[in-house]
């Protein structure tokens, strides 16, 4: 594919979609290592990430469960600022085995926030599979247990991830063109 118009914004080719599966295909190879036996439950963060999870989820050769949250973030108090809720999750997590699908940690903001709200269900274990990480972004350190690329602290747009709502139906991913 060549270059790409999304918006107002110029757009150029990055990753390729062959790059992107062959990526997931490792990533799941780890993971039917690490949780064989164990019936992870995979948690999904909409919208970035549903195109990953599912190309993801097919290369699961485990006994695997998957679901899909939102997650809000509202105004709270003065003390508590912006505060991050789950929509959807209607699993219980005690004693499970949880992996957190991300398209792309840039900040780490939104999982520096969420994450002590799933810790405190008290999982056997909580681990974060992303497929994007920009660690000049980072100010929120995380730890992300299985990532696809990491990538300098540029927008991209693709493979489920958008510019202002469109450009998630591209099959692999576009850099922005500065
Ligand atoms: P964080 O809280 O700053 O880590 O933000 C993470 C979220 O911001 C991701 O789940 C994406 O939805 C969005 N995001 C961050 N960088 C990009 C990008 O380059 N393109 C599209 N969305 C992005």
Redesign the pocket.
Known sequence: MGEMRVHDKQFEPYISAEKIADRIKEIAGKLNKDYTGRKPLFIA?LN?SFMFAADLFKELAIDAEICFIKLASYKGTKSTGHVITAIGLDMDLFGRDVVIV??????????SEFLPQLHHQQPASLKIVALLH?PEATVFPITIDYLGFSIPNK???GYG???DGLGRNIPEIFKLIE
Not at 102 to 111: A, N, P, R, S, Y
């Open positions: 963060i970035g991300e398209d792309i940690v840039d900040t780490g903001k939104t999982l920009k927008f991209v747009v991830l958008d510019y």
